[in-house]
Nanobody, 126 residues
Framework: QVQLVESGGGSVPAGGSLRLSCAAS????????LAWFRQAPGKEREKVAG????????YYAASVKGRFTVSLDSGRDTVNLQMSSLKPEDTGTYYC???????????WGPGSFANWGQGTQVTVSS
């Protein structure tokens, strides 16, 4: 059974930093894709970054490129999202999502992921 448990998040002023983590279990023996999505009130869910546990480059939305960094820990079961130079428009609920993959998943949308975390709130004040 796949489980995704998020941690981190909180409230920071603009320009600050936060780190989100997503502990993934249930993928033993499989490679998987994990992505971070965010959703602001009244807006659609937006993919901001992702990574494939089997290797390759991480990918980012244009709105966060250069400010956010996604990484997979050495045990390959926790994915971190380091967020720097945060802006008020980064405010929202952040979700991690994951699913088994055999290759590049940079084009996957929300419907491609069967497993989701509970979400964690990020609030950036101006």
């Amino acid at each position: 059974q796949v489980q995704l448990v998020e941690s981190g998040g909180g409230s920071v002023p603009a320009g600050g930093s936060l780190r989100l983590s997503c502990a993934a279990s249930g993928f033993t023996g499989y490679s998987y894709c994990l992505a971070w999505f965010r959703q602001a009130p009244g807006k659609e869910r937006e993919k901001v970054a992702g990574i494939y546990s089997g290797g390759g480059s991480a990918y980012y939305a244009a709105s966060v490129k250069g400010r956010f960094t996604v990484s997979l820990d050495s045990g390959r079961d926790t994915v971190n999202l380091q967020m720097s130079s945060l802006k008020p428009e980064d405010t929202g609920t952040y979700y991690c999502a994951a699913d088994v993959s055999y290759g590049d998943c940079s084009r996957w949308g929300p419907g491609s992921f069967a497993n989701w975390g509970q979400g964690t709130q990020v609030t950036v004040s101006s």
